[in-house]
């Protein structure tokens, strides 16, 4: 049987991972609309976090399977359409996860000073679609709206000494903007209450024991919250316990700054406040602040609601950045998609009324969850495919060419493939740029220069 995943973040890797392994004859091809891969373990684990990235080394063994090959430089829906690929393979696999923002839907989001989550973190990491991003870093107070990791990912990137990012693989040309930034106070906000929040005790816990930055939380909006949690889940109750501690120590700094020292950079939390419009600066040509309609709570625990109460309140901020959830997009009209959900609907990742057709990760369940979550979802799709490969649903009588029918239509349309080995060209000129700077590696932020560094 031939087998194509399209897109090689983790949901694909895993995928092809486990049906290799499940499978002895299975032949696996994966697709990617960029020349490197790995998807968000290159592009969305935070720069500081290498252990995270640990998992290439899986992928990588995974890619070098003589019953795998890596495809990159290939946009499905573009350059080679779904309904081709189900001519090629006998089962096809879509996995390309979540490349667009929700939106906050206010007044105001579009002024300059305002982006996305998703569009700082490509830059700060070298995605190359967010590479000319250019992020204003001149005011003293950022504004992050947004309670999860990627939220507290942000504040760490922006606050963070210089010396510790040095030595991570952050884009050279954002290391030079966070150098110059002027950021020195770092709000994050959310609709509901400490008990909602999304981010995990290990982000908060590196959050609070960031050097030179400290905490600022209020002990008001923690009253009564001890005997709330006393029933919760353990993660909750120790994520709680742990924001409730901080919120009451005394900070040492005081006596410092009452010394006359320069007061170090602050970040704190603020809850149920719901962001209605960016406020424009007198000339109308930048961010300078944020209305918030203040919210009361509606039930309890996850599914609280928050209400507005009536009451607003506006914050001076020169930055804004929403962190409220990458969103995925239709990829080819042969492909049914919920717009309401931003899914494929399917069940166990079977894509509902196309035989054959499968789907794993962000696309198929929506944008949450660490790349645990999604290595267990991708061995269930993965799952259902071997099930319908060893029950006869997926008809193997046929045989399917796989790329080389691929590689014609490709060739008819000028488009030229990256092998693994080429990207493994491009991995070794990046290592070798972060070597002559004391880093794991320069990420080359241009898909022109990487096909150059490959010949191609």
């Excluded at 092809?16 to 004859?25: D, N, V, Y």
């Excluded at 040509?285 to 309140?313: F, H, N, Q, W, Y």
Aim: hydrophobic share 40%; aromatic share 6%; charged share 25%.
């Amino acid at each position: 049987p031939r087998v194509c995943v399209v897109g090689s973040g983790p949901a694909g890797f895993y995928t092809a991972q486990h049906i290799l392994k499940h499978h002895g004859g299975a032949l696996v091809d994966i697709y990617e609309k960029l020349p490197v891969p790995f998807g968000l373990v290159r592009f969305g684990v935070a720069p500081d976090h290498p252990e995270v990235k640990n998992v290439i080394n899986t992928f990588t063994q995974t890619a070098r399977s003589e019953r795998c090959t890596y495809y990159g430089n290939v946009t499905v829906g573009r350059d080679v359409t779904v309904p081709e690929l189900q001519q090629a393979y006998h089962a096809v696999v879509l996995s390309y996860g979540a490349e667009d923002n929700r939106v906050l839907g206010i007044p105001g989001e579009n002024l300059p000073g305002v982006y996305t989550a998703r569009d700082f973190v490509g830059w700060y990491n070298g995605l190359p679609e967010n590479r000319d991003l250019k992020p204003d870093l001149s005011c003293e107070t950022a504004l992050i709206l947004g309670h999860g990791n990627v939220a507290l990912d942000i504040a760490r990137i922006l606050l963070s000494p210089l010396q510790l990012l040095r030595k991570t693989d952050i884009t050279d040309s954002s290391l030079a903007a966070l150098a110059c930034s002027k950021v020195k106070r770092v709000w994050l906000v959310g609709r509901r209450g400490p008990l909602q929040v999304a981010f995990t005790i290990k982000e908060l816990r590196e959050m609070i024991n960031l050097p030179g930055a400290r905490a600022v939380l209020d002990p008001a909006d923690f009253t009564g919250l001890e005997s709330a949690v006393k029933d919760a889940p353990r993660p909750r109750k120790r994520l709680t316990e742990l924001m409730i501690k901080t919120a009451l120590e005394k900070p040492v700094e005081m006596q410092t700054a009452a010394a006359g020292a320069a007061a170090p950079r602050e970040w704190g939390l603020k809850f149920q406040r719901s962001p209605q419009e960016v406020l424009p600066s007198a000339d109308g040509r930048r961010a300078r602040g944020i209305r918030m309609a203040l919210t009361c709570l509606e039930g309890s625990g996850d599914s609280a609601k928050a209400v507005p109460t009536g009451d607003v309140e506006e914050l001076e901020c020169g930055l804004v950045l929403s962190s409220i959830g990458y969103r995925s997009l239709p990829l080819d009209p042969a492909v049914p998609f919920d717009s309401q959900r931003g899914v494929i609907p399917n069940s166990s990742g079977r894509v509902e009324g196309v035989p054959g057709l499968y789907c794993s990760g962000w696309v198929k369940r929506g944008p949450t969850g660490v790349i645990i979550t999604t290595m267990n979802d991708s061995f269930d799709t993965a799952q259902s495919v071997l099930e319908d490969l060893q029950g006869g649903v997926l008809d193997l009588s046929p045989s399917r060419e796989g790329f080389g029918l691929v590689e014609s239509i490709l060739r008819s349309r000028g488009v030229r493939p990256v092998s693994f080995s080429d990207w493994e060209k491009i991995d070794a000129a990046e290592v070798a740029r972060g070597k002559a700077a004391g880093k794991p590696r320069e990420k080359i932020v241009d898909p022109a220069e990487m096909l150059r560094i490959i010949g191609h």
